[in-house]
């Protein structure tokens, strides 16, 4: 249990990785990670892409960053993104695919990964360009992008430091 509180507090965002691409067994246990992920009435809604291939990566990147209306990588040169897409037929799919999504940064933590929850999945796979992405994939069904997990190992200064914690947090009545 401890180990588990100090990864929630000690996991940070990182945005700026190193090329060096994440071994199979840290990432298949970042995947099961979030296959364990709790779902509305266990369901078991959402689905993870996982994509390494540098070509597609970049055109990830390039959608996502059209949307967001920069040139930069949105990605931070993550060697490896999952991304979590939920089935819309069910009521909590948007609750279901942010909890895979917090399982999988929390699981890199722990095997010593670094990781970045990348928005703009939602609009990415609305636009004709990411359904037809997801049509050559193979997947088939009404889902929903919910987010980009970003993997990696983190690159010098690529992790920030925690802001302390506001003190309105917590209410208790």
Not at 113 to 132: P, Q, Y
Not at 142 to 169: F, M, Q, V
Request: hydrophobic share 40%; with cysteine.
């Amino acid at each position: 249990m401890k180990e588990t509180l100090q990864d929630i507090k000690d996991r940070r965002s990182c945005r700026k990785f190193s090329e060096r691409q994440i071994e199979d067994e840290k990432l298949d246990a970042i995947l099961e990670a979030g296959t364990w992920a709790a779902t509305g009435r266990g369901m078991q809604s959402p689905i993870m892409v996982v994509v390494q291939d540098r070509p597609t990566l970049e055109k990830l990147s390039k959608m996502n960053a059209a949307i967001l209306g920069v040139a930069s990588d949105p990605f931070y040169g993550a060697p490896t993104a999952v991304i979590v897409l939920a089935d819309k037929s069910r009521p909590t799919y948007l609750e279901d695919g942010s909890l895979v999504m917090g399982n999988l940064m929390l699981a890199a933590h722990a095997v010593g990964a670094a990781s970045c929850w990348i928005h703009r999945a939602r609009e990415v796979f609305e636009s004709e360009e990411g359904k037809a992405m997801l049509k050559e994939w193979g997947i088939e069904g009404d889902y929903a992008g919910i987010g980009h997990c970003a993997l990696g190992y983190a690159a010098e200064n690529g992790l920030t430091p925690a802001k302390p914690r506001k003190e309105s947090w917590v209410y208790r009545v």
